[in-house]
């Protein structure tokens, strides 16, 4: 069961001690062409998740192995990958792994792409109904068989006593195996990207609707007068 940051003071760290301990981070994206707002909220997001783990590392366990969505290579190949993936997450990685972690490949390739495949057609999407059914469930299918894939390679790459490290997109869905205490890290930064990104959606759609408008004509205009 997944464990609030805030409240590992109340049991004895000893709890954890001998347990397989998987520290949970939402990755949070950077877009180049994103505002300076964005930006700002992004560095201190991944600050924070710093700290977290920091406090976390000190209190039941410093990370031993690192684990990041989307990448199929171990090792140093592995950590290469993330840096072309995400600068904040990334700089995470070096760092844990510069101070003795190893990085694992937690995604099988050919798994990994299927899935990518499958939502670049829904996102297409579809004039028939029962083509865009059938897209849906192989998607689903593709997307449970990776999910069962990660949790597995962490169940076999993660020891006793050991502390994990993922990155992972928020929602995930993957059902961790019930030898692993899970810490879900949600620092303050991510709730303010999360209401940004909603109001950028918000604003966004009140412009298309707008535009999406016929202009009145000025017959129209002048008998609204």
Not at 180 to 186: A, C, D, L, R, S
Request: with cysteine; glycine share 6%; aromatic share 10%.
């Amino acid at each position: 069961m997944p464990e609030d940051l805030g409240k590992i003071e109340k049991p004895p760290a000893e709890r954890f001690k001998h347990a397989k301990k998987l520290y949970l981070v939402p990755l949070v994206y950077y877009f180049e062409e994103a505002p300076e707002e964005y930006k700002e909220k992004y560095r201190r997001y991944w600050e924070q998740v710093k700290e977290q783990l920091d406090s976390l590392g000190s209190k039941i366990g410093r990370v031993i192995r690192v684990y990041h969505e989307s990448v199929f290579q171990s090792g140093e190949e592995g950590i290469k990958a993330v840096q072309r993936i995400n600068p904040g997450s990334y700089q995470i990685t070096r760092a844990q792994c510069n101070d003795g972690a190893c990085f694992e490949a937690v995604e099988e390739k050919e798994l990994w792409e299927e899935v990518m495949d499958w939502q670049r057609c829904l996102m297409l999407g579809f004039l028939s109904t029962k083509v865009a059914s059938k897209v849906t469930e192989f998607y689903q299918q593709a997307v449970k068989r990776r999910n069962e894939v990660i949790a597995r390679r962490i169940s076999e790459t993660l020891k006793e006593e050991e502390a994990g490290l993922l990155f992972i997109g928020q929602g995930h869905g993957v059902q961790f195996p019930q030898d692993v205490e899970v810490f879900n890290i949600f620092p303050p930064a991510f709730d303010e990207i999360q209401r940004w990104l909603r109001d950028q959606a918000t604003v966004n759609l009140a412009r298309s609707t707008q535009a999406d408008k016929p202009e009145q004509s000025e017959g129209e205009k002048k008998g609204q007068s």
